[in-house]
């Protein structure tokens, strides 16, 4: 089923800035999608006409086939449920408790369930003990989990992440993306991110949509898009370094792969059947 989709969207900002143009998106339930480009190519931008922020000068934004309009938005709102890209414009409670119990008690969730809500949602975000804590003097990567699980509490159809890994250190950008894997598999949450974390994206998308300059430049599996070197490049990009290395083992003959790596597990494989093959060069 198909829930987001844009339809010849553009939007300029109300000083004339053109952020986007001629965007056309769907993204369909389960989907793993990653929105990849560069710093200003107008990713945050998009994923605010998702749920009605902004709204299109031009073109249509549906969800569920029902186009983004105000007697739709709380319906919607409940449904997609938006993680920013700074959690200080999103946590505003003077305890972790209060900032996901929000939501909750803003949906009508009372007592037990309420309370069952939170600390599922905690738990799931990893932040069981964390209740009474400020979210305020948390760190970047604490607070980014808070306000996953005060969106995730919600229980929405689909997560749209801005910037999932942006400011984490190497482990909490890993550990954000087992959990939104595990979000998507387990619960089926639909997952939409932006990024520019190129390495990141073979790991947590199936599907790319490449943007510049507020228009989508390149879109297709994760693997086609990579693919496209050239093009990636073009948008102010680069390769996975795994992938990069793998080019240049083939450009100095050292060893050829039957396809570009994207992970580390993917070029771990390939190697280890190029050397079964008793494979040492370019031959
Ligand atoms: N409130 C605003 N008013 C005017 N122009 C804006 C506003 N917000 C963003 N822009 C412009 O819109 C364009 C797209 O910005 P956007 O924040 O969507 O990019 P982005 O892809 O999310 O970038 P980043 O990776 O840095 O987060 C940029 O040229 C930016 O300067
Ligand atoms: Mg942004």
Not at 259 to 283: C, D, F, M, V, Y
Request: hydrophobic share 45%.
């Amino acid at each position: 089923m198909e829930l987001i989709a844009l339809s010849a969207v553009s939007f300029a900002y109300p000083d004339g800035t053109r952020a986007l143009t001629g965007i056309d998106i769907s993204i369909g339930a389960g989907e793993r999608v990653a929105v990849l480009g560069a710093n200003g190519a107008g990713k945050s931008t998009l994923f605010q006409l998702f749920n009605g922020l902004l709204r299109p000068t031009m073109g249509t934004v549906t969800f569920k086939g029902r186009i983004v309009e105000k007697a739709y938005l709380k319906e919607v709102r409940r449904m997609i449920g938006m993680v920013f890209q700074d959690p200080d414009d999103q946590l505003f409670s003077n305890t972790v408790h209060q900032e996901i119990a929000y939501g909750l008690i803003n949906l009508g969730l009372t007592g037990v369930r309420m309370e069952q809500a939170a600390s599922w949602a905690l738990q799931v975000a990893g932040l069981a003990g964390y209740e009474n804590k400020s979210p305020f003097n948390l760190s970047g990567g604490e607070k980014k989990r808070v306000a996953l699980a005060s969106v995730l509490a919600m229980q929405p159809e689909v997560l749209v992440l801005d910037e999932p890994t942006a400011a984490l250190d190497p482990i909490g950008a890993a550990k954000i993306i087992k959990l939104l894997n595990g979000i998507n598999s387990e619960l089926g949450i639909t997952i939409v991110f932006a990024t520019h974390d190129v390495d990141a994206v073979p790991l947590l998308a199936d599907r790319v949509y490449v943007m510049d300059k507020g228009e989508i430049r390149l879109s297709g599996c994760t693997a086609e898009v990579f693919a496209r070197k050239d093009l990636i490049r073009a948008h102010n990009l680069r390769l996975p370094r795994v992938a990069h290395l793998a080019e240049l083992l083939e450009r100095d003959g050292i060893c050829r792969l039957p396809a570009l790596p994207l992970t580390i597990g993917q070029a771990r494989k390939a190697l280890q059947e190029h050397l079964a093959r008793g494979g040492t060069g370019n031959e």
